[in-house]
């Protein structure tokens, strides 16, 4: 099941790689959610920012994965992570100016990501590609 509450007319400014983001991370709560998924998608706009945050109901992202991708543990031949989805999100949303915010334990995993706000004044600079 997947369940939305997208907010109409909230716009950030992005690209096709933060497409790809986003769809990793919906892929990465379906695929590791069990046989029976349920994740949320919501849009949550402020004055200046608007978060999207994907849940799912999974067991949660392992301890030692998750202290590499929040920063938390420096890279290793120890410490490195499982996969690349999630450190691709990160390197995306830092692009677009953007945070990142997990919240996981085992009864699932909330990604928040935050991004300023388009303006009507037209692109600004950034993103992956300057």
Do not use: K, M
Not at 33 to 52: F, M
């Amino acid at each position: 099941t997947i369940e939305t509450a997208l907010q109409p007319d909230v716009r950030v400014e992005g690209g096709q790689q933060l497409q790809t983001a986003l769809a990793e991370l919906v892929e990465n709560a379906i695929v590791h959610d069990g046989d029976s998924p349920d994740v949320s998608i919501a849009t949550v706009p402020s004055d200046d920012h608007v978060a999207v945050r994907i849940a799912d109901s999974g067991p949660g992202i392992p301890p030692a994965d998750l202290a590499v991708v929040t920063r938390e543990t420096d890279i290793t031949e120890l410490t490195h992570g499982q996969g690349l989805g999630l450190w691709f999100v990160r390197w995306v949303v830092d692009a677009y100016d953007g945070g990142v915010e997990i919240d996981s334990e085992p009864g699932g995993t909330t990604v928040t990501l935050r991004f300023p706000r388009a303006t009507a004044s037209g692109p600004r600079r950034g993103g992956p590609n300057g």
